[in-house]
């Protein structure tokens, strides 16, 4: 087993923004258990159902047991082909051609096809959960051949090719067999039926998740690839910590930067430490409350301090607090909400805010030190 099988096995993303995976060296734990790997996870599912789930925590676990057409590239900004081999869009942005990898199979022994593609857009569709705020702008989906799919958007959409990476591809045969007039959620919420290196094989909500590997699939299986892998679910941080230095885990995914010092200093662990690929999100309520009002979340967006941020979290935040890629590929304004608390008085002034101010309720997931610091 290698440090490097760990990190392409499994996309672990920590509590805020910076990724730490934390690898138990020497004679330790994981050696012992061969082809086993012991992962901390704090964000507990409510389903693997690919299609029924929230994205937040459910793609980054259901990566591991299904795939999209692409996917995020090495540097974050560029996207790679995982199911599809390449595309290519119309000079009006509304038809895109996604030529297919051939000779891959779902876990269940199907064929990965342009009909599967097809199929899991459209139970996305229909579902109206998860992956369904991307998909929304396809108008129709067309199958000319097994290895080509062609969408159709109503209208040009900048997000749209990005935002693919949210759909996951689920095998025909599953939806099919599985459905008892839930178009399958019922089965698929505690089974898996993917093209991705893993199989859910048992699910215990709230202790833990075990994926053995999927015999069919496509890239095959080295021997330093893990052919289990436990997820058990511990929300504290603590716990997290005691349990990579006891050797009860090899990957935490919920790890402060308050003990990263002490684990540095253990002869015993190897901490790696890297930029991630997640960026947190402040949901803001558009329809009631204060924030109905743009001008509120405008000054709410002037009101954001990313130094004082960058000094809690050491420095390890991507800038913020505007998701920029909705703004379209032609925005070049580095950072449109510059901190002004002067501009943000204002905008609550023109609110009806000048005298008075109001209350906002924060929520964020239990066990989530950097999403609290916000």
Do not use: C
């Not at 790679?80 to 891959?104: E, H, I, M, N």
């Not at 199929?119 to 989906?141: D, H, M, T, Y």
């Not at 109503?154 to 839930?182: C, H, T, W, Y």
């Not at 509120?296 to 954001?304: E, S, T």
């Amino acid at each position: 087993m290698t440090r490097t099988s760990r990190t392409r096995l499994l996309t672990l993303v920590a509590s805020g923004v910076l990724t730490l995976a934390l690898a138990v060296a020497g004679q330790g734990a994981a050696q012992q258990q061969e082809n086993v790997l012991n992962v901390g996870k704090y964000a507990q599912l409510s389903t693997y159902d690919p299609h029924a789930g929230p994205l937040d925590t459910l793609w980054w676990t259901g990566n591991n047991f299904y795939e999209s057409l692409l996917d995020l590239g090495d540097d974050v900004a560029s996207l790679r082909p995982v199911l599809a081999t390449s595309w290519t869009a119309s000079k009006d942005g509304k038809t895109y051609t996604f030529k297919l990898r051939q000779g891959v199979k779902f876990s269940d022994g199907t064929p990965f096809d342009s009909v599967a593609v097809k199929l899991s857009v459209e139970r996305a569709q229909a579902l109206k959960k998860g992956a369904f705020l991307w998909i929304k702008p396809v108008a129709r989906v067309e199958t000319p051949s097994p290895a080509t799919v062609v969408f159709h958007l109503e209208q040009p959409n900048s997000m749209f090719l990005p935002g693919l990476r949210f759909l996951l591809i689920v095998s025909p045969k599953a939806l099919k067999e599985q459905d008892k007039g839930d178009q399958a959620q019922g089965w698929l919420r505690e089974h898996t039926a993917g093209t991705g290196a893993y199989v859910l094989e048992r699910w215990q909500p709230n202790i833990i998740s075990v994926a053995k590997k999927n015999p069919h699939y496509w890239r095959g299986w080295p021997a330093n690839k893990f052919t289990i892998v436990n997820l058990r679910h511990i929300y504290e941080p603590e716990t997290q910590r005691l349990m990579i230095e006891k050797g009860e885990l090899d990957w935490a995914e919920n790890v402060t930067k308050d003990s990263l010092p002490a684990l540095k200093r253990n002869p015993n662990l190897t901490v790696h430490e890297k930029l991630g690929t997640s960026i947190m999100v402040t949901y803001l309520n558009t329809h009631a409350g204060p924030t109905k009002d743009r001008r509120v979340r405008q000054a709410l967006h002037h009101l954001w301090n990313q130094e004082a941020f960058n000094a809690i979290t050491g420095h390890s935040a991507s800038p913020g607090p505007l998701f920029t890629p909705i703004l379209g590929k032609d925005w070049k304004m580095d950072n449109p909400y510059p901190y002004d608390p002067a501009k943000a008085k204002k905008l609550l002034a023109d609110a009806g805010y000048a005298s008075g101010g109001f209350t906002l309720r924060f929520q964020s997931q239990k066990g989530d030190v950097d999403k609290r610091a916000i």
